[in-house]
């Protein structure tokens, strides 16, 4: 596999138009945080938005091969739109606001066509000692490691952490499923 790259159906532009786009938000620590233990507050940062449009933003304060991690929670190829409600207060108590907050419907691959070049661009960052953590579901989490495996080479993985919920314990799986 190594050397080789892989290939699929619309294997070519991102996807963009998919996605929503999302202005860069970065939280700073307070005084009780990285400032008390003596690190930078350009150090400390957790910054929210399009992978895409954070990695270039960082690539070009010079920080390419210099982060130490990087956690990325992309769409899991749901195949839904998830909603946003909010509960609005006022003389119409009981009425919600709901609206798309984002449509994971994307087919096989444009799912791969966009999240190939957030994945280069966010481990291009990585230091050497640097790891990447992708939050994903078994929809898309075989797919991923593909990727991954192409980008940074298979022998990059470390680990894979299944979160596992915590079922009644006398509880039975369905006849044609495997237990929670």
Not at 89 to 105: E, F, L, T
Not at 123 to 129: K, N, S
Request: proline share 5%; charged share 25%.
């Amino acid at each position: 596999w190594k050397g080789r790259e892989a290939s699929w159906r619309g294997n070519g532009d991102a996807n963009e138009a998919a996605l929503p786009e999302i202005a860069i938000d970065e939280i700073l620590p307070g005084a009780s945080g990285a400032e008390a233990s003596g690190a930078s507050r350009s150090s400390c940062r957790l910054i929210r938005g399009d992978a895409l449009d954070v990695a270039r933003a960082l690539a070009c304060e010079g920080l390419a091969e210099t982060v130490d991690l990087v956690y990325l929670d992309p769409p899991f190829a749901s195949d839904r739109s998830w909603a946003l409600e909010a509960r609005l207060d006022g003389p119409a108590d009981g009425r919600v606001n709901r609206h798309v907050a984002y449509d994971d419907k994307l087919e096989t691959p444009a799912y791969l066509d966009m999240l190939a070049p957030r994945l280069e661009a966010m481990t291009a960052l990585l230091a050497p000692t640097g790891t990447i953590w992708v939050h994903l579901d078994w929809r898309s989490a075989y797919l991923v490691r593909v990727l991954l495996d192409e980008i940074l080479g298979r022998e990059a993985f470390l680990n894979e952490i299944v979160w596992r919920r915590a079922p009644h314990l006398g509880r039975q799986a369905a006849s044609q499923q495997f237990g929670r």
